[in-house]
Each structure stands twice: as structure tokens, then as C-alpha cells.
T-cell receptor, first 111, second 113 residues
Framework: GQSLEQPSEVTAVEGAIVQINCTYQ??????LSWYQQHDGGAPTFLSY????GLEETGRFSSFLSRSDSYGYLLLQELQMKDSASYFC????????????FGSGTRLQVQP | NAGVMQNPRHLVRRRGQEARLRCSPM?????VYWYRQLPEEGLKFMVY????????ESGMPKERFSAEFPKEGPSILRIQQVVRGDSAAYFC???????????FGPGTRLLVL
């Protein structure tokens, strides 16, 4: 099976950098994805790591280390609109291709 | 290019009634996934479908819940004899292929009174 752990809440100030960690236990997966979800909204795809290393997409970067069973999402130059919940998710190998989600990290950006 | 569409966005039902949730995948996508989200929780997989086929329904309750994705028309998640515990947000996602990036619809928020 798969389980993913994330901190439940993170608080940071506008303009700062914040890192949201995701540790996992899984029997095998294709890659680690990150989604953003605003209150009352739909999950929006942010980033995907199929291989170890850093993926950069504008202000957002994501990192994966399979040997450490660990990944993170890095948000730079924080803006108020970044206040949302962030979920890591894996696509398990074999069987279904549905995503297994972590419980999410609520990011609060303060002025 | 329209994204994933779901309707209705909000649905209120009384206990014992039926709920029908619809999902039209993104253009060119033939893989559909349904997830359920309870307040303050992550999304939980329910069922994975391709056109006219249920690929994996391991996340769906054995009773009262069913899903289909016909050759023509949207995918439908059907909940019979709803109970208060069915109140949740139900999200549909689609992808172009198995294991490809999934894109989510706006969700249907079901409230059972």
C-alpha cells in the first residue's frame, strides 16, 4: 500500500520562501505529483517528479529523492494568493493508475 | 479547450434519495477517475473508468454506489439511498492515458439532509 505524510499547517509571510515536505511509504510508484487546492475549489496540478531531482516551474519547484522516500514543494516569493492547501500524491505501479493523496498541508501566507 | 466539467456543482438530497453526478472529461481524454473529499481531508480514490469499462472500483463502497462511462456522454457516479455520511465533495479527474497527469473538475458538493 501507500501512505504519504505532510505537515498539517505551515505559516509564512509574503515574499518569503516556504518548503512543504512529503514523506512516503509505498511499494512502488511512477512519480510524485503536487496539487494546489483553494478553499471550495478543485485541485490544480502544480508539478510532477518522475525522476529524482529538482523540477522548476516559475515560482514553484518540486524535489524527489526515492532513496530517502522524500519529496518537497518549494514556493518562492510568496504571495497572498498562495494561501491554499497543498497535496502530494503518488501514482502507484501496477493495478490502478489512480492517485493516492497525502492529507494536505494548509499554507497561510501573512502580510 | 474546455477543462473537465462536472455538474451539478452543488446538490442537496434528503436521506434515501438518489444522487447522480456527471463528469465530462477534458477533450481528448478517455480516462476518468472519481475521488471523494471529506472536509479538511485529502482526496480518496473511488473508481477508475475508460470508455464503457470499469478498470478499478476498489475504492468504491460495495453497496449503493455505481459508476459508468458510456460510449457517448459523460461519466456518471450514482449514489442510491443516500445517507448523511455521503455528504462530501466529489471530484472527477481525467487523463489522456493511464498514469498520465490527471486534471480535476470543479467538483460536486453533495449535502444530504
Amino acid at each position: 500500500g501507500q501512505s504519504l505524510e505532510q505537515p498539517s499547517e505551515v505559516t509564512a509571510v509574503e515574499g518569503a520562501i516556504v518548503q512543504i515536505n512529503c514523506t512516503y511509504q509505498t511499494s512502488g510508484f511512477y512519480g510524485l505529483s503536487w496539487y494546489q487546492q483553494h478553499d471550495g475549489g478543485a485541485p490544480t496540478f502544480l508539478s510532477y517528479n518522475g525522476l529524482d531531482g529538482l523540477e522548476e516551474t516559475g515560482r514553484f519547484s518540486s524535489f524527489l529523492s526515492r532513496s530517502d522516500s522524500y519529496g518537497y514543494l518549494l514556493l518562492q516569493e510568496l504571495q497572498m494568493k498562495d494561501s491554499a492547501s497543498y497535496f502530494c500524491a503518488v501514482t502507484p505501479v501496477g493495478g490502478r493508475r489512480a492517485l493516492t493523496f497525502g492529507s494536505g498541508t494548509r499554507l497561510q501566507v501573512q502580510p | 479547450n474546455a477543462g473537465v466539467m462536472q455538474n451539478p456543482r452543488h446538490l442537496v438530497r434528503r436521506r434515501g434519495q438518489e444522487a447522480r453526478l456527471r463528469c465530462s472529461p477534458m477533450k481528448g481524454h478517455s480516462h476518468v477517475y472519481w475521488y471523494r473529499q471529506l472536509p479538511e481531508e485529502g482526496l480518496k480514490f473511488m473508481v477508475y473508468l475508460q470508455k464503457e469499462n470499469i478498470i478499478d472500483e476498489s475504492g468504491m463502497p460495495k453497496e449503493r454506489f455505481s459508476a459508468e462511462f458510456p460510449k457517448e456522454g459523460p461519466s456518471i457516479l450514482r449514489i442510491q439511498q443516500v445517507v448523511r455520511g455521503d455528504s462530501a465533495a466529489y471530484f472527477c479527474a481525467s487523463s489522456s492515458g493511464s498514469g498520465e497527469t490527471q486534471y480535476f473538475g470543479p467538483g460536486t458538493r453533495l449535502l444530504v439532509l
